[in-house]
């Protein structure tokens, strides 16, 4: 019987690892398995080049609809997640969301939700409906997620008074170590806590705010784009909160007619083209009624194909009226930016917040502005 792991081994490497297993053959599943990778990691030059993974002369007999079949049966949910990605997102196979006869066997996931949203034009009338499936369905599961996280968020602002509900979430430390200082132990370099104190959690009356997310649409944003859209429906609604969405690449488009339905939000965005970053900020500046009670978030890589110049007088005039003025780099559930990070530099000194969040840290942020 073969090494199970000498065998993972030689499916990694493919034919270049037959020696790891000291020439004895792959059985049947195995063999299977090695030809399914065969036919994504096979196209890969740089593999080739490095000696991993070959694929072979002849043209493969495999269509998409045959691999997506395969990989299922032979491989678990995780690594069929991970060889549907790198088919979508490596190695650009758009037959995986323009076949229908692949869309409608395929099980919906965030990769592929992505390359929808990048292949959508190329999609005639039937394959678009098959792929609206897999659009609805991932933003139902990232809105689900989403919800809790905002619900959580505006349950209660924290105010600075007394509370009496002894929770770890309302536990206020630096009122606590104030006041029991004189219980410091030199020799343990420990404060003794005798009272300690809380916050309360209280539901105030909200002021009505605006919320206006900026979302550049740019093929890089993708990520961004797709969670604005679920954080902007999960915001729509709620009490104290007026929530605009406004895509934009050299052109802005208000999409808050349809920030309630983010499945046909998605749907109307394009991707791709220039960025014209102080256009869209200019606009939505236009949209702020009451600058004290306004939030406007910037979501982009900041490489302006615009005016930079008048961007970050945009910003800076935001801010001088009061207005929160919030730079986010990437919006989504890594918040592993890439950015212009000199823009970005400028854009914090005229006296916006400049990072990266998540979703949930993007309502936290939100609510506590609210409630305040």
Known sequence: MTDPTLERWR???????SA?????QLDAQAAARDAAMDWLYGRDEDLR?????????????????DWLDDITRLFPKETVERLQRDAVERYEIHDVVTDPAVLARIEPNPALLKAVLRTKHLMNPQVLRLARRIVEQVVRQLMEKLATEV???????????PGRMRLARN???????????GRYQPETGKVV????????????HLEQWQVILLVDQSGSMVDSVIHSAVTAACLWGLPGVRTHLVAFDTEV???????????????????????????????????????RRAIVVLISDFYEGGDPHRLVRVVR??????????GLAALDEQANPAYDRALAQRLADAGAYVGAMTPGELASFVAEHVGR
């Not at 536990?171 to 200082?181: G, P, S």
């Not at 806590?193 to 959690?201: D, H, K």
């Not at 005039?317 to 919030?326: A, C, P």
């Open 20 to 24: 790891c297993l000291g020439g004895q």
């Open 253 to 291: 488009v208000d999409l808050t007619a349809d920030v309630d339905d983010p499945v046909e939000l998605l749907m109307k965005v394009q991707l791709g083209g220039g960025t014209d970053i102080a256009r869209a900020a200019a606009y939505g500046a236009g949209l702020v009624d009451q600058p």
């Open 49 to 65: 080049r490095r000696g991993v993974r070959r694929g072979g002369t002849g043209e493969s007999t495999l269509t998409t609809f």
């Open 317 to 326: 005039h935001l801010v001088e009226q009061g207005s929160k003025v919030l």
């Open 11 to 17: 499916l990694l490497l493919g034919e270049p690892g």
């Open 193 to 204: 806590i005798e009272t300690p104190f809380f916050f309360s959690r209280t539901r105030r």
């Open 151 to 161: 619900r959580s968020a505006f349950s209660g602002t924290k105010v600075r008074r």
């Open 171 to 181: 536990f206020d430390m630096v009122r606590t170590l104030r006041a029991n200082l």
